[in-house]
């Protein structure tokens, strides 16, 4: 009898599969790394190289969007489900921004997973541990279709 996955191991499994079929992450996260993940949530942790700045040397706000669209996928994923769905609605607040060699701590939680939406809220951090503070505040709902047999 095959053991189950952990919430850390769904969650890697799916951002193998994914990495491998969206340039875009690829793009912007070869280097990240998933920190812990729990039935629900998810943490990783990502340093600002230079393909993630703005032409005033700061995060970019696109890549924040893009990380809280990434983030709230692998919180689905930690549910224990293979397919984290399509989004269907991004809301992002900007708090304060990062620079090169900034380290992200980025936090995804499942506020709900329903029968066909997933509603994720992500935070992004400038920092670790205690000395972190707010660069972006996100929410993400997903359509998701579960395998019907």
């Known amino acids: ?87 269907t609605d991004i809301h992002v607040s900007y708090v304060s921004t990062a620079k090169l060699d900034d380290t992200l701590t980025i936090e995804g939680n499942v506020s709900k997973a329903g029968r066909n939406l997933g509603f994720t809220t992500v935070t992004i951090y400038k920092g670790e541990g205690d000395e972190k503070s707010i660069v972006a505040h996100g929410t993400h709902t997903k359509y998701i279709l579960r395998d019907r047999t």
């Not at 190289?49 to 990380?67: C, D, E, M, Q, R």
């Open 1 to 87: 009898m095959a053991s189950l996955k952990t919430p850390l191991e769904y969650v890697q499994s799916c951002w193998e599969r994914v990495s491998q079929n969206s340039p875009v992450y690829s793009f912007f996260f070869s280097d990240i790394v998933l920190v812990s993940a729990t039935d629900g949530s998810m943490v990783a942790s990502l340093k600002v190289h230079p393909n993630l700045l703005n032409s005033k040397g700061t995060l970019h706000g696109s890549v924040s969007a893009t990380i809280v669209d990434w983030a709230g996928g692998m919180a689905i994923a930690s549910t224990g489900m293979e397919k984290t769905g399509l989004s």
